[in-house]
């Protein structure tokens, strides 16, 4: 929305910005205003449509200048009521004998042109097009939170949050009891850690395919997860350990009460371990951080010397430390821009925030088709 944002100097801003890394140069109308919606959430607002719509036309008559008209004026009206039509023929709320038919647009569309018409075949050529293909809006963080939030069963808490990212989804192994050997594939975890919360759920079973839009497009095999439980960023620790059955062990223990154990997890290697460990350090850190500054009880300086970890691993001099003093500044940056900016698809699932171990970078993959069902 922040594109959109009616009144916002800084919407202003970041929407010229916006429009200049988008080429229209060859493209015809109806393909650049694919293009276009794309690369952003359509809002649903009529006002905030209109002033995308006056954007694009802006733009696209830059990279095409004089191609179907000479006035912007004309590209607007046009891609306008093509956001109409488009809203007409896949509203399934809309009945079959109601919806717009290739006369009525090409009379909505009459003198648009300076008092003249556009070509007839261009028309029918746009109103073919969005009949047989819908125009689809990129998806944003909100889009993925809620197939994630759907995918999960049981009494939880609602994922969908604008403020709400997946930083890492991962497999473990549930420990019971320390000193008991572990049974294979038996109490298997499905590790989601948001950047404001840490969910465990157990795997159920394959449920099919979604899309998601990514970098690459690709479609990725889902899981259907039972709700465990869920911890808040900073009410936890997590610290390391290592038994005679459990080589790669994690505990998370109550920032409050050190004695008390909440959850104990299992890795399958010390890679895995430690991948989980920093982008844990990471996320607590931004959430204190970003906390902090909410209330405005410490200073940076203060805030850097925090962590949930007691990990050797976050000494300066070791690869973990660095990795982790590298990246803080950039996460801090664009997590506080993401609380601030609801649904900047910009920093959307295909954005850098999001590292997921074992699956794809924005999108859930199980890992567990092997994984018994059976109740544990």
Known sequence: DVVADLGEQISMEVLEEFMKQIDFKDLPFDQGLRHFISKLRLPGEAQKIDKLMEAFAERYCECNPNVISEAQDTIYILAFSVIILQTDLHNPQIKLHKKMDLESFINNNRGIDNGKDLPRELLESIYNGVKKEPIISGRDHLDFLESIDKSIVGKKITLMDNTRMLMMSTKMQEVANSNEKPIPDKHIRHVFLF????????????????????SSHRAISTSSFQYRQH???????????????????IKLVDSYDEERVLVQLSCTNEDDRMDFLTELAEVTWVYRALEND???NLGMSEKLTKSTLSLHSFNSDSEGGRRQANTLGRRFFKTNIFRTQRRDTTLGPAGSLFYTKGISSSDVRTQSQDVNTSPT
């Open 294 to 296: 909410r209330i405005g």
């Open 195 to 214: 950047n404001d919360l840490l969910m465990i759920t157990k795997i159920l079973q394959v449920k099919g395919k979604a899309t998601t839009k990514t």
């Open 231 to 249: 911890f808040t960023i900073g009410s936890f620790r997590a610290e390391p350990f290592c038994e005679q059955y459990y080589n790669y062990g």
